[in-house]
Each structure stands twice: as C-alpha cells, then as structure tokens.
T-cell receptor, first 112, second 111 residues
Framework: KAGVTQTPRYLIKTRGQQVTLSCSPI?????VSWYQQTPGQGLQFLFE???????NKGNFPGRFSGRQFSNSRSEMNVSTLELGDSALYLC???????????FGPGTRLTVT | TQLLEQSPQFLSIQEGENLTVYCNSS?????LQWYRQEPGEGPVLLVT?????EVKKLKRLTFQFGDARKDSSLHITAAQPGDTGLYLC???????????FGKGTRLSVIA
C-alpha cells in the first residue's frame, strides 16, 4: 500500500505571497491532519479533516486554511506569508476514529 | 491543552551503549505513542501504549507506560547508528486537537 504523499517537497516563497500544499492519504484513510514543525516549537497541530469537513483546528491565524476533497486528498493554503511561516509542513492520514497517524515526508517551506 | 515534556533534548552516544529517554506530563493520558523521525522524512509510528504499567518491546527498543499514565519511557539496548533520529512522544489531547506532541529527543549514535 502506498504511503502518504506530499507535493511539493521543497518550496521557496517571498513574504506576502501565498502557497498551496497538497497531500494524498493512504488508500482507505479518510482522516487527514496537518502539522507545522519548527525547531523551536516542535510539531504543532494545524487542522484535521474528514468527510470534506474540518473537524478540529489548532491555534493558528486565519491565514492558514485547508480543504479536503471527495477522494480524501487534502490541500492547505497559507496566505500573506511571513518569515515565521518557514517550517516543515507535515500531512498525516489515519483511519477515522484512530489516533495513530501515518505521516508523509513533508513539504519544506522557506519564506524569504 | 495537555503538555508533554521530553528529556533529554539531545543525546549523543557511542554505538553499543544503552540509553533511556523520557516523556512526562502532569496530565493523565488515555494512551501514548512513540514516533521516530529521520532527517528529511516524516515521523514513523513505533508503538502505542494504552494500559498503565504496560511494557512493549520492539527488537532492541523497550517502551513503558507509567502506572499513573502520566509518563512513558523508551529504552534502547546496544544502540546502533541506524537508531539515530528524533524520538517523539504524542498523546490525545483533552481539548480539541487529536494529538499533542512533545518536542522530542534528538539522538545521535556514533559508530
């Protein structure tokens, strides 16, 4: 079974721009979560989706948004990028109701 | 939000040595998970512990969940360079997030 895939793997953007990251979950996994990982803060939860609905949201500003499609694929968007948004963005999928997360390799975003 | 504190933050040891890393909280968790993350990759689930006092073994790795379900430890016997990575513990949050993660222990095993 193929794992979680994320595209792109690396991205360099300029302050003020916006970015869209994509995630394809493991086949059969309908829950998708997004995390931001930085050296200082560690892994921080952004949001969780299943059945195309946001079920939980972490403590991030409204510039961070996401969506899920009917095939469970998910995208997250960050608008008006700031330098502090530079991080590894990780997507994880799971079976609905299961806590075990299966992570993708992440998208490394650098904001200059 | 429940917090998980991991110690030590960094650990550098020689191949063949034993080590223990810790995951502590002031809150009770219904379960705890351990993940390992290698450079350039996402975390990979190693184990889930559910019952207080539970001990699980995965080859040279031994995981223990505290009796009060507020802490957990990971012991590695005869560490190998392949054990190098960031070890993260995580547990379900009583708030509105599915999992809360500790900041991790970064282990380096030198050949």
């Amino acid at each position: 079974k193929a794992g979680v895939t994320q595209t792109p793997r690396y991205l360099i953007k300029t302050r003020g721009q916006q970015v869209t990251l994509s995630c394809s979950p493991i086949s059969g996994h309908r829950s998708v979560s997004w995390y931001q990982q930085t050296p200082g803060q560690g892994l921080q939860f952004l949001f969780e989706y299943f059945s195309e609905t946001q079920r939980n949201k972490g403590n991030f500003p409204g510039r961070f948004s996401g969506r899920q499609f009917s095939n469970s694929r998910s995208e997250m968007n960050v608008s008006t990028l700031e330098l502090g948004d530079s991080a590894l963005y990780l997507c994880a999928s799971s079976l609905v109701g299961h806590l075990e997360q299966y992570f993708g390799p992440g998208t490394r975003l650098t904001v200059t | 939000t429940q917090l998980l504190e991991q110690s030590p933050q960094f650990l550098s040891i020689q191949e063949g040595e034993n080590l223990t890393v810790y995951c502590n909280s002031s809150s009770v968790f219904s379960s705890l998970q351990w993940y390992r993350q290698e450079p350039g990759e996402g975390p990979v689930l190693l184990v889930t512990v559910v019952t207080g006092g539970e001990v699980k073994k995965l080859k040279r790795l031994t995981f223990q969940f505290g009796d009060a379900r507020k802490d957990s430890s990971l012991h590695i016997t005869a560490a190998q360079p392949g054990d190098t990575g960031l070890y993260l513990c995580a547990g379900p949050n009583s708030g509105n997030t599915p999992l809360v993660f500790g900041k991790g222990t970064r282990l380096s095993v030198i050949a």
